[in-house]
């Protein structure tokens, strides 16, 4: 049974920083992504990696803040998100597939998610 396990979230204030982690068990690195969600509205993406953390793809709303990264040895994914801004809040989720073709942050392209960590941003 795969597990992801996130956590780094919190409370923060608007312009600053906070880096996610999620940890996979067993491992399943070929493609990852972090996706968010806030109450009533759909799961959207973030970023996606593949390639071994060669290749990130992110949505319009983290480019330039928000950096994907991934440390293959301790089988974890990071979402590092600097200058925050209070529509960043959302419950955060990491999620995975035995996959890396075609690796985007969509909902249906991912079959293994973790259960969230809330991040919100006050102004």
């Known amino acids: 049974q795969v597990r992801l396990v996130e956590s780094g979230g919190g409370s923060v204030q608007a312009g600053g920083s906070l880096r996610l982690s999620c940890v996979s068990s067993?491992?399943?690195?070929?493609?990852m992504g972090w996706f968010r969600q806030t109450p009533g509205n759909q799961r959207e993406g973030v970023a996606a990696i593949y390639a071994g953390g060669a290749r990130t793809i992110y949505e319009n709303s983290a480019k330039g803040r928000f950096t994907i990264s991934q440390d293959n040895g301790k089988n974890t994914l990071y979402l590092q998100m600097d200058s925050l801004k209070p529509e960043d809040t959302a419950m955060y989720y990491c999620?995975?597939?035995?996959?890396?073709?075609?690796?985007?942050?969509?909902?249906?392209?991912?079959?293994?998610w973790g259960q969230g960590t809330q991040v919100t941003v006050v102004s």
């Open positions: 999620a995975a597939d035995d996959m890396s073709l075609g690796c985007i942050p969509t909902i249906t392209r991912f079959g293994y």
């Open positions: 067993p491992v399943i690195d070929s493609c």
